[in-house]
Antibody, heavy 124, light 107 residues
Framework: EVQLVESGGGLVKPGGSLRLSCAAS????????MSWVRQAPGKGLEWVGR??????????DYIAPVKGRFTISRDDSKNTLYLQMNSLKTEDTAVYFC???????????????WGPGNLVTVSS | DIQMTQSPSSLSASVGDRVTITCQAN??????LNWYQQKPGKAPKLLIY???NLEKGVPSSFSASGAGTHFTFTISSLQPEDFATYYC?????????FGGGTKVEIK
């Protein structure tokens, strides 16, 4: 059974940093392309970014508002995905979900498995 | 970025009703369109991928169709467990983008 569990969220001041982790099990993590999707309170879904598998190049892509501030990485030996968030802004307040990406193609494919999400609150 | 416009943003319906949601892209996304269901406090769940393919275990009361820029999602007979918010999502080009969501509420 595929399981994704996020951790590391919490309250942080504007300008601060936080690192989210996503522990994966039930599938071959090293082969998977992975993404982060967020949802601000009461709002819709927004894709944050993704990381390809190492065999796929291991590269990352991000949405414009987080480029240069957020970094997605992976540790295949630990089956764990990370989201390092720096220079946080109040508008980054959201529940952050990690997801698997079904197709290893340029724009990714369906997000077929999701973690339960982890809340990040950016407030002074 | 490709913009996905979903309508309506909310609707009220009764158990047994047929419900249809539309999703319009501002450019051709061929068949790279998925639908998700989200219940309050939960993660979204993939229901339909590549326009019309049902995920395993998803009831056949759910269906979807479309191509290019115009897509529809239908629940043929609404059940109590179907009250939720539904999102379309394109993956034709980066970044993947979601529609604004349609909240299906009990009448």
């Amino acid at each position: 059974e595929v399981q994704l569990v996020e951790s590391g969220g919490g309250l942080v001041k504007p300008g601060g940093s936080l690192r989210l982790s996503c522990a994966a099990s039930g599938f071959t993590f090293s082969d998977a392309w992975m993404s982060w999707v967020r949802q601000a309170p009461g709002k819709g879904l927004e894709w944050v970014g993704r990381i390809k598998s190492k065999t796929g190049g291991g590269t990352t892509d991000y949405i414009a508002p987080v480029k240069g501030r957020f970094t997605i990485s992976r540790d295949d030996s630990k089956n764990t995905l990370y989201l390092q968030m720096n220079s946080l802004k109040t508008e980054d307040t959201a529940v952050y979900f990690c997801t698997t990406i079904r197709y290893a193609i340029q724009a990714g494919g369906p997000f077929d498995y999701w973690g339960p999400g982890n809340l990040v609150t950016v407030s002074s | 970025d490709i913009q996905m416009t979903q309508s309506p943003s909310s609707l009220s319906a009764s158990v047994g009703d047929r419900v249809t949601i539309t999703c319009q892209a501002n450019q051709d996304i061929t068949n790279n369109l998925n639908w998700y269901q989200q219940k309050p406090g939960k993660a979204p769940k993939l229901l339909i991928y590549d326009v019309s393919n049902l995920e395993k275990g998803v009831p056949s009361s759910f269906s979807a169709s479309g191509a290019g820029t115009h897509f529809t999602f239908t629940i043929s007979s609404l059940q109590p467990e179907d009250f939720a918010t539904y999102y379309c999502q394109q993956y034709d080009s980066l970044p993947p983008t979601f529609g604004g969501g349609t909240k299906v509420e009990i009448k």
